[in-house]
């Protein structure tokens, strides 16, 4: 963001503030404040004009100019500080983009190769492996071995088999890390491959782990050898505008070699070590092969980003991106799909578009948060109209409040259409997991909400195998067996007020 922009929202934001002492002080001392009040309404209708003609999606402008007219002063500081566009895209560095261009140039298949790989892809998901190539330069890699993890136990005792197996260096990038005991056990993999001589770097997200990990916790990361930085630290988010845009990811990354990405986060709920959500549903990929390369050029961005352009990863550690001798037995072929907050497009969010449109058989999504565009509505719509088996998976419980119910309600008119949702019982699906046709399969950290598609940092692997989907079958099988398929829309059976309250609450979704 330009220095002269930044000065001019710190002054407004600052105007507010007084105005708000001024309001305080009348009220204090009874003195008639009303044309304090009726000034910030007209500031507010005056703004709601800047947001209508910002450059953005319809219904965010709409959500915003609603939130900041029916709710006068907190609207607008809110704007300020959670709802200004984050031209994420504006500080992207000459060193990312070369590293990612170079990348992606550097596996880039020849002609002759591409037309070979289009043999072992149905050729109508070929344009997919285009369209990622075209709008994010994300290569396809081949020969990868995939492992599924069906849940937090078994992912974290094959990660830390591979963690204390490391020999050169370990990426650590979490949304959530918390104290607990399978903090304590990965602190104590870390500090023993620390002292063999293994390089360590966490990247963990400030807000998602806020209330989770301890500062203690960080000193001992610290002492024991971690080099770890805070990702986007709210310290001044009403000048800079970024409070909003957080780190999503949940990647690992062992010597290159080896790689963990999904929905599965550092903290003892996810490996089911707490009650309060019933048994907490989530899925990560173990992927060995060359597409490990593809979270290592993620993590590099995110570090250089993390430490404000001050360090070059590629330079502390010369062994990453470097070739490898990867001796992977795996026959998937693997897209590293990585987004930031770019509210003019998401990429993951054209990939599903792309391979909802393309699937001719299956299109089977789960999520915990379906608060999705309308594009993506439109697009199971059709596709369920058309005779394809489309079906969505949806928690029983949830951990925001009344974020379930609003799922719901973009629900109904799926319905009408043929597709089928499944609500499982007493679990919380925190799946992210996608599967179409019986050929590509989708694990990452994107859900398929407004949040995840155009303020978060998300990484998903797109994965074009059979085997894969077959061996990924079970897990939905049981998902579906541990699940209510709704017959009709249940959010009509809810008392008439709070499905006003519901449809209000919807109206701003677009910006929680």
């Known amino acids: 963001m330009k220095n002269w ?41 005056l703004f709601s004009f800047v947001i209508f003609f910002s450059k ?78 075209e709008i994010a330069e994300k290569p396809l890699y081949q020969n990868n071995a995939i492992e599924i993890m069906e849940n937090g136990a078994k992912c974290f005792q094959r990660m830390l088999d591979d963690l204390a197996n490391a020999k050169s260096y370990i990426l650590l990038n979490y949304f959530i890390i918390a104290d607990g005991e399978l903090f304590e056990i990965v602190c104590a993999v870390l500090r023993e491959r620390i002292a063999a001589g293994v390089q360590v770097f966490m990247i963990y997200d400030h807000v998602g782990s ?4 301890s500062k203690k916790s960080i000193r001992k990361l ?77 993590f590099v961005d995110d570090w250089y980003f993390a430490t404000k352009h001050q360090e070059k990863l590629t330079e502390l550690v010369p062994a990453i991106l470097q070739t490898k001798n990867y001796n992977s037995q795996g026959t998937a072929m693997v897209q590293i799909v990585s987004h930031g907050p770019s509210i003019d497009q998401s990429i993951t969010k054209d ?67 043929g597709v089928k949702i499944f609500e499982m019982n007493g ?32 990484t998903s692997a797109i994965i074009y195998d059979q085997t894969v989907v077959e061996a990924f079958l079970p897990r939905w099988e049981w998902d579906f067996q541990h699940a209510i398929m709704w017959q009709e829309w249940p959010i009509k059976y809810k008392p008439l007020k709070y499905r006003f309250l519901l449809v209000c609450l919807k109206l701003f979704a677009p910006i929680l």
């Open 351 to 417: 990939v599903y578009l792309s391979l909802i449109n393309s699937a001719q058989k299956r299109i089977w999504l789960s999520t915990p948060y379906f608060i999705p565009p309308i594009e993506l509505i439109e697009a199971l719509k059709l596709a369920a109209r058309s005779g394809i088996d489309v079906r969505l998976t949806i928690p029983g419980l949830t951990d925001k409040i009344f974020v379930l119910d609003i799922t719901k309600t973009y629900c109904r008119e799926l319905i009408a259409a």
């Open 427 to 458: 679990i919380f699906n925190h799946n992210k997991i996608a599967i179409f046709d019986n050929d590509v399969t989708i694990i990452g950290s994107c859900n398929l909400d407004y949040r995840s598609f155009f303020a978060d940092h998300q």
């Open 56 to 133: 953005r999606r319809y219904e965010v402008k709409f959500s915003w100019i609603i939130f900041i007219n029916f709710v006068p002063i907190i609207g607008l500081c809110s704007y300020f500080m959670f709802g200004r566009k984050y031209h994420y895209s504006n500080q992207k560095t000459l060193f990312y983009e070369k590293i990612n261009k170079r990348e992606y140039q550097n596996n880039l298949l020849t002609n002759n190769e591409a037309k070979k790989t289009a043999g072992l892809l149905p050729q109508h998901f070929v344009k997919t492996v285009d369209l990622i190539n």
């Open 222 to 298: 610290r002492k024991i050898g971690v080099i770890v930085q805070k990702f986007l630290p709210i310290i001044t988010p009403f000048i800079n505008g970024n409070a909003n845009y957080r780190n999503h990811r949940k990647d690992v990354v062992i010597d290159g070699l080896v790689g963990y990405t999904g929905g599965i986060n550092l903290a003892d709920v996810y490996a089911n070590q707490s009650a309060k959500f019933g048994l907490f549903h989530d899925v990560q990929v173990r992927i060995a092969g060359k597409a490990v390369r593809g979270l290592e050029v993620t």
């Open 5 to 45: 922009l930044k000065i001019i929202l710190s002054m407004i934001f600052l105007f507010g503030l007084v105005v708000l002492a001024i309001v305080a002080v009348a009220v204090v001392f009874n003195i008639q404040y009303t044309f304090i009040f009726l000034g910030f309404i007209l500031i507010d209708f």
């Open 210 to 213: 806020y209330f989770k990990i």
